[in-house]
């Protein structure tokens, strides 16, 4: 069985109005920013890699910790992630990857070609991109550290990842089994628990079906437990066990 931890790496406020598809209400809402560490399974395994102090500096993050700095503190040396699985390749899930030196990266393959692709060239896609970040895809798939996927996948037994799509063109979240039952990590396919709980899309899409869509795989796949973990959504840590300032245990 797995025990999973949320572990925020920074916080940045923003709007309602700016942020859910649609919204009218100028509300000030706050993004807490993470990456999620599983244990109990052959090796450490990573959910997103968080970003590094450039971005944070450059995209006005408070309270940076590093990502590695944030595993360090649950016992894990960085260069003993083995496995990390990439949701999608926006600045805050993929600029870390440097931070995981041997670490081996699941990322949908849909994701990779559409952030490669055409749709860099067009502004309102540039805009959650790190360009020096995705041209490192080229690299490290030469170097055989990335694992390219197509729809759901068994990571290792009760450890799965599954195509969501919506918010990014290969979109993928995690579900874990654990010993309080199936833990669902959406990443962006959720960021706050109104976009799942109350069918509330976000502004940044590639497919607002898919995003629908979504948030019933994420209901279907947590069931009757609900553990399910919100992307950015500092309620978080309300909903689980804070275990110091930063760190939250999920099950
Ligand atoms: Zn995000």
Same mark, same amino acid.
């Given at each position: ?59 006005? %993050?408070? !309270?940076? /910790?590093?990502?590695?700095?944030? +595993?360090?503190?649950?016992?894990? =040396?960085?260069?003993? &992630?083995? #496995? ?79 195509? %969501?799509? !919506?918010? /990014?063109?290969?979109?993928?979240? +995690?579900?874990?089994?654990?010993? =309080?039952?199936?833990? &669902?990590? #959406? ?65």
């Amino acid at each position: 069985m797995y025990e999973v931890y949320a572990l925020k790496c920074g916080e940045r406020d923003t709007t309602a109005c700016e942020f859910f598809y649609r919204e009218p209400s100028h509300d000030r809402v706050t993004l807490d920013f993470f990456v999620w560490l599983v244990l109990g399974g052959p090796h450490p395994v990573l959910v997103d890699t968080g970003f590094a102090e450039e971005d944070a500096a450059q995209r006005g %993050i408070r !309270g940076y /910790t590093s990502p590695a700095a944030m +595993v360090r503190r649950l016992g894990v =040396r960085p260069e003993d &992630v083995a #496995t990390v699985l990439v949701s999608h390749l926006h600045w805050d899930h993929w600029a870390g990857h440097a931070l995981f030196p041997s670490a081996e990266f699941w990322i949908q393959r849909e994701e990779v070609a559409f952030w490669t692709g055409p749709m860099a060239r067009y502004d309102v896609y540039k805009a959650p991109a790190n360009p020096g970040a995705l041209a490192r895809l080229v690299t490290l798939n030469y170097a055989s550290r990335l694992r390219l996927v197509e729809g759901d996948r068994e990571v290792l037994p009760g450890l799965r990842v599954h195509r %969501i799509g !919506g918010h /990014t063109a290969g979109l993928q979240i +995690v579900s874990v089994e654990t010993a =309080r039952g199936r833990v &669902v990590l #959406t990443s962006d396919a959720s960021h706050f628990y109104r976009n799942v709980e109350r069918r509330q899309p976000v502004q940044i899409i590639t497919s607002l079906p898919e995003m629908l869509a979504g948030f019933d795989t994420i209901q279907a796949l947590a069931g009757s437990e609900r553990l399910v973990v919100a992307g950015h959504d500092p309620e978080v840590a309300e909903r689980f066990s804070r275990v110091e300032p930063g760190v939250v245990r999920i099950a």
